[in-house]
């Protein structure tokens, strides 16, 4: 079955520290991988993208990291603002007798002054 | 800016209302997409179109239909309203084939 599992359900951190997000995926084949943040009330925004040759991808204090062979990635956030308080979404497309994109449950993250 | 806009972004409704609802983008993009979005689970494809006329079920299209007269509009029709459809609904857009890669800015959907 294709799933998309990620950890923690959520944390909170204090402004300025460095966190880092799970996502573990069963999705094969694999095709890539998609980091979103999806602020309250508001739509996801698409971080970073992944291909199956890529295993670290920044956007500004966003890291973004895969291992297709364990077919896991992070996402690892440097110095938090409290901008970053979110919900962080893991998506995984593959080609699996059908082209199929399954999301994660995501991580919400509350950063505290 | 890439836009997707929702027509509405909170829509009270009663059981076995027919309801529509709308989205526009503006990114000439081909596929386009409907989800739900429920708290705990990710989001689930309901139905998604590659192209004008042309439309795909997803996992969870039950009680749901589409229709795409023209690219950039994308409308979700809930035929007879129940309340277990009461959710978030989010439309997105996108480039490639079954990928979505912009999302609108939800709709949250009370059917009572």
């Known amino acids: 079955k294709n799933q998309v599992e990620q950890s923690p359900q959520s944390l909170i951190i204090l402004e300025g520290k460095n966190c880092t997000l799970q996502?573990?995926?069963?999705?094969?084949?694999?095709?890539?991988l998609r980091w979103y943040k999806q602020d309250t009330g508001r739509g996801p925004v698409s971080l970073t993208i992944m291909t199956f040759s890529e295993n670290t991808k920044s956007n500004g204090r966003y890291t973004a990291t895969l291992d297709a062979d364990t077919k896991q990635s992070s996402l690892h956030i440097t110095a938090s603002q409290l901008s970053d308080s979110a919900s962080y979404i893991c998506v995984v497309s593959g080609n699996t007798g059908g082209f199929k994109t399954i999301f994660g449950a995501g991580t919400r993250l509350f950063v505290k002054a | 800016d890439v836009k997707v806009t929702q027509s509405s972004r909170y829509l009270v409704k009663r059981t076995g209302e027919k309801v529509f609802l709308e989205c526009v983008q503006d990114?000439?993009?081909?596929?386009m997409f409907w989800y739900r979005q429920d708290p705990g689970l990710g989001l689930r494809l309901i139905y998604f179109s590659y192209d004008v006329k042309m439309k795909e079920k997803g996992d969870i299209p039950e009680g749901y239909s589409v229709s795409r007269e023209k690219k950039e509009r994308f409308s979700l029709i809930l035929e007879s309203a129940s309340t277990n459809q009461t959710s978030m609904y989010l439309c997105?857009?996108?480039?490639?084939?079954?990928?979505?890669?912009?999302f609108g800015d939800g709709t949250r959907l009370s059917i009572l």
């Open positions: 997105a857009s996108g480039r490639v084939f079954g990928q979505p890669q912009h």
């Open positions: 996502c573990n995926y069963t999705v094969s084949p694999f095709s890539n």
């Open positions: 990114m000439d993009h081909e596929n």
